[in-house]
Nanobody, 124 residues
Framework: QVQLVESGGGLVQPGGSLRLSCAHSKFTSYYYAIAWFRQAPGKKREGVSYITGTDGNKYYADSVKGRFTISRNNAKNTVYLQMNSLKPEDTAVYYC?????????????????WGQGTQVTVSA
């Protein structure tokens, strides 16, 4: 099972930026992906963005589209989430998660390896 460690969370003012990092161990499957999820107090965990390992295909939830950018550095085994124009409603614990499997196709429920999470707080 792949190991994941997040970093980069913190306190930022509305309109500010943060970059989260997810350092991961090597994948053993050809098909894999890494996603960012978040969970705000009293709310369900939601998928924010993912990037597919084979072709770099990216997805963004509507709530972050145009503000967040997911990227990867394969040489460093690290995936990033650049978050710009942050809003108070972006406050949450952010988790990175990994999918590994026999198929190119997957859904949010297929991400089964998790990091410990990093807190992002957007407040004046």
């Amino acid at each position: 099972q792949v190991q994941l460690v997040e970093s980069g969370g913190g306190l930022v003012q509305p309109g500010g930026s943060l970059r989260l990092s997810c350092a991961h161990s090597k994948f053993t499957s050809y098909y894999y992906a890494i996603a960012w999820f978040r969970q705000a107090p009293g709310k369900k965990r939601e998928g924010v963005s993912y990037i597919t390992g084979t072709d770099g295909n990216k997805y963004y939830a509507d709530s972050v589209k145009g503000r967040f950018t997911i990227s990867r550095n394969n040489a460093k085994n690290t995936v990033y989430l650049q978050m710009n124009s942050l809003k108070p409603e972006d406050t949450a614990v952010y988790y990175c998660a990994a999918y590994e499997g026999d198929s190119y196709y997957y859904n949010w429920a297929d991400f089964r390896s998790w990091g410990q999470g990093t807190q992002v707080t957007v407040s004046a």
